[in-house]
Structures are given as C-alpha cells and as structure tokens.
C-alpha cells in the first residue's frame, strides 16, 4: 500500500432529491382543504474544506468512492422531507481541484476555503405547490433530480517557504533531516527519496517549512527521473536553496555543471498562470559535504564564481553540522521579507462571477438523421431537469409536462425545425427520453372535468364526427338488409312458414340512405 499520495480520483455520487407528495386533505367540518403534499427533501452536497490538519490524500486513495445522503420524501399535511446531510471532505491546503476534464475548478491555498463539487439534487414539489386555478386539486407531484454523480482530481501542491532542489545523492534529504525534525529515508544511491519530505525549521523566534523533493537529473524536464514529476511541491516556495555534492565520486561532476543542469531543468517547468517562474525566486546555494577535505578545497574553489554570478553561498555539512546555523538564519530573513511583502499588500475577496449571456437559449433543437426520418433532440437545462421530474406512468403529469414545454416555446421551435405531428422528439443529450410528438391542445374546461390523475388530452378515444357517425349508421342499414334477405330465403326454401300472416316484406321500400 502506498505511504505518500498527491493526486487522487474521487468517484463522487451526491444524494438525490426526495419525492414531491400526491395528498388531499380529508377532516370531519373541513369540507374543500384541497391538496395539502409536502415538496421532498434536496440531496445533500458534497463539499470539499482545507483543512491546515490534514497533511495527505492517502485516505482518500484508499476509499475513492464518496456519497453523500438522499432527501427525503414529503408526505401530507403539508410536511416537506427532510433534506440529505452534507458530506464534507477536508483536504490538505494547498489541494488543487479539477473536474473530469482537466479543467481547474478551485486551487485551495488558503485554509478554510469551501468548494461544493457535487451538488445534490433537488426535490420534488409536491401537488399543494403545483394548484392553480386550472388545478384545483393535482393528482400529482414532481419527482427528485438525481444528484451530481462523476469524477473529480484532487493534486496536493505542498505549501512550504523553502524548496531544496539538487542532483541525486546531494545531501538533500541528510540537510532537511540536520536543519528540522524530519526523519527522510538516507542512503547512498541516487533516488533514495522516492517522495517530497517536508519540515519545519526553527531559527531564533521565526519559524518556516522547508520541502526536498527527489533528485534532479539532466533530462528530468523530458521525463527522466523522478524530480520532474514532484517538482509541484515546490511551486509556491517562496526561496530555492541549491544543494550542490562537493564530494562527488561520479566522473564529469562539479558543483557548478550540476547548477547549471539543475537551472535549465527549473527553467523548463512550467508554472501556473499568475505565478513567479522559479528561476525568479530568491536563491540560496548551499555547498555540502565540507565535512569531507576534497570536498572542503573543491568548496573553495568554486565559492568565488557562485557569488560573482550573485549567489549567496554557504559552505554547509549535515554530519558536523558546519554552517547550518548561518543558513538557517538567512533562510528565515528571506522568508520574513516576503511574509512582509504579502502582509502589506491588501487581500482581495475572491468573487465569483457566473454571469448568463444575453443572447443565451434555455434549450437548443437539433435536427439529427434516422432511418425513418429526422429526429428531433432538444437540449437544455430545463426541458431535461422538467423530464427527470416527471411521473410518466400520471396521465395528469405527462400533460403538465407538456404545458411547461408549450410555455418555454419548445412546440413553436420544433415547427421551425421542420417537425410535424408524429416526428420522434429527444429531450437530453445521449439516450435522453423519446416521444412521438403530437402538437399539445390547451383547454382549461378539458382539465376542470378531467377526475384526478388523468388528462383526456392524452385519451385513445375521441370524439366522434359527422363522417364516423354516418359510416356507423350505414354499416347498420347494411347488416339489418343482409338479415332480412337471409330470412326471406329460409322461407322460400321452406325451412319455417309464416302461421301468423306476417309475411316477410322485401326491400322495394326505399330507404333514404343519403
């Protein structure tokens, strides 16, 4: 099992909307209550918090798989359901947020920022909130949104003041290890840090955060190595301290073709927008292993070309600890300056703006090819909110459906569109929900009479016209002269007599059949 994660995959499933209630009121003395359903509850969210507590993603990669509850659903005497509780997910300050897509939703630098990633879905309004004066009492109600249901990536971009960059084996991690209370793992092959240590200096009254991240190798911006893939943890340092070996064993090495290999592969990261390249970032360079006496005369001689190229530089040794007390101190003049600088400048209040534009389209109909014609999608918030909210099993709902799509002028743009009566219409992207679609008859003497639940604009049997009632009427006429011709020849052949004298007339009468 992992001991150190920075990027996660969360599978999220916020709670849906509970169930608006179908009830109408019935008490002894109160005649006429009408409908009295509750609306259901709202899904609860999911909400992302920093947290300065939480220093690791790691119980997130053990369980990526997050819910959040459902609301529930309202019943009568007017009671809503009760909502699904929130699901809150602290993470470590300096997370970055981003949404199936790789775009960046939210960078929490700051503790106590709050995202909510999955909202949850909205509950049904019951049929006490849908009356009207065309509805007295609906026989019916809205049904729950389901809630947001994808993935998200979480990225940990560790926030420390002073970032330890160097080649493998350099000392990095046995510095952090003299300078803090970190224990890293040390040894004496390269890439013996697998993963960014963090720790907390103490100089005098001021204390900061120093980070070492795994070895930079030539080549590490096309991939090599594994500095590369952790340089993120050193994106919002405020200083950069070069750890150069002076005691190398490796042919082809000094101190200064490492910084030089070191400062093309930082010039080469990229930072996010609104950040300072690292190259122009204060730094420091720290020759080690002066402890070692090649490395002491090898310090020397390349002390004086570091500080003619403007370099600050510290001959420093982790094992004797030579040096580490005046590098510490400047460390922290150069972190108290910049906390300085930050302090001066006012904080702006983030606001968020999500402004509709002007020209902006509650739906869209898109004409799309069949094999028996033209199909008909529409797409948009609200006709495929409205759809997921309807009982289609309630005659009542599907024609309230059908009025709220008439309203939005869905009807009016599919006969723009080309469609006529009959065409297959989809609401929603991908499958959506089919309908063979009939142009709605708006009538609210049709709705009054209509008992509850049902809506006669969607009966299979309607009115007779004049033409069905006189083909009717001549089917009739039909089958009363085949009768009486049947009968006639049964008497002629014999088979019965007319006793009584009541003979059989043919059909000379003429019967007026036009």
């Known amino acids: 099992m992992a001991s150190f994660v920075d990027q996660v995959t969360l599978h999220l499933v916020a709670g849906h909307g509970g169930n608006g209630c179908v009830s109408v009121k019935r008490e002894k003395f109160k005649p006429l209550a009408g409908p009295d359903g509750g609306k259901g509850g709202d899904g609860g969210d999911i909400v992302l918090v920093s947290d300065p507590q939480v220093t690791t993603l790691l119980n997130y990669h053990r369980s990526p798989h997050r819910k959040s509850q459902h609301g529930q659903p309202g019943q009568g005497d007017l009671k809503a359901g009760t909502a699904g509780a929130e699901l809150i997910l602290p993470v470590p300050v300096g997370t970055v947020v981003r949404d199936g897509d790789g775009e960046v939703l939210i ?7 709050r995202l909510v990633v999955a909202p949850g879905g909205q509950g049904g ?3 006490a909130a849908l009356s009207s004066t065309k509805r007295k009492a609906p026989g019916f109600a809205l049904l729950g949104t389901p809630g947001f249901q994808g993935d998200i990536f979480l990225e940990l971009k560790t926030v420390a003041d002073v970032a330890l960059v160097g080649y493998p084996s350099a000392g990095k991690s046995s510095l952090i290890a003299a300078m803090s209370a970190a224990k890293p793992k040390i040894a004496d092959y390269p890439f013996t840090t697998l993963h960014p240590n963090l720790g907390v200096v103490e100089s005098g009254e001021i204390r900061y955060t120093i980070a070492d991240v795994p070895g930079l190798i030539e080549g590490a911006s096309e991939g090599k190595g594994l500095g590369l893939e952790f340089l993120r943890h050193v994106e919002r340092c405020t200083a950069l301290l070069h750890v150069l070996d002076c005691a190398t064993l490796e042919p082809g090495r000094d101190p200064i073709s490492d910084l ?6 930082l010039a080469a990261y990229p930072v996010p927008e609104g950040q300072k390249p690292l190259l122009e970032r204060e730094q420091i360079i720290a020759l080690n292993k002066v402890d070692v006496p090649d490395g002491n005369d090898l310090a020397n001689l390349v002390k004086a070309e570091l500080e003619e190229r403007g370099y600050r530089v510290f001959e420093v040794s982790a094992v004797s600890r030579h040096g580490l007390r005046e590098l510490s101190f ?4 150069l972190v108290v300056a910049e906390r300085e600088a930050q302090n001066s400048e006012p904080v702006k209040e983030r606001i968020v703006l999500r402004p509709r534009a002007v020209n902006a389209k509650d739906f869209v109909v898109k004409v799309e090819g069949g094999t028996y014609g033209n199909v008909y999608r529409v797409v948009g918030e609200k006709p495929e909110r409205w759809v997921a909210q309807t009982d289609f099993v309630n005659e009542e709902a599907v024609g309230y459906l059908a009025d ?3 309203r939005l002028g869905v009807e009016d743009e599919l006969f723009k569109s080309g469609a006529v009566p009959g065409s297959t219409v989809i609401i929603g992207a991908g499958g959506g929900v089919v309908f063979d679609w009939e142009p709605t008859l708006s009538s609210a003497a049709e709705l009054i009479v209509a008992p509850r639940g049902t809506d006669p604009r969607l009966d299979d049997n309607p009115r007779e016209t004049n033409r069905s009632r006189r083909r009717n009427y001549l089917e009739r006429m039909d089958a009363k002269a085949a009768a009486r011709a ?3 020849s049964e ?3 014999g088979v019965w007599r007319d006793d009584e004298g009541f003979a059989i007339q043919r059909d000379d009468e003429t019967e007026d059949r036009d």
């Open 107 to 113: 960078d929490m630098d700051a503790p106590g920022m």
């Open 125 to 127: 309004l019951g049929n």
């Open 260 to 265: 030089d290999i070191i400062l093309g592969e």
């Open 330 to 333: 400047a460390l922290a003049a």
């Open 404 to 406: 709220r799509l008439a």
């Open 486 to 488: 049947e009968l006639e």
């Open 491 to 493: 008497r002629e052949a």
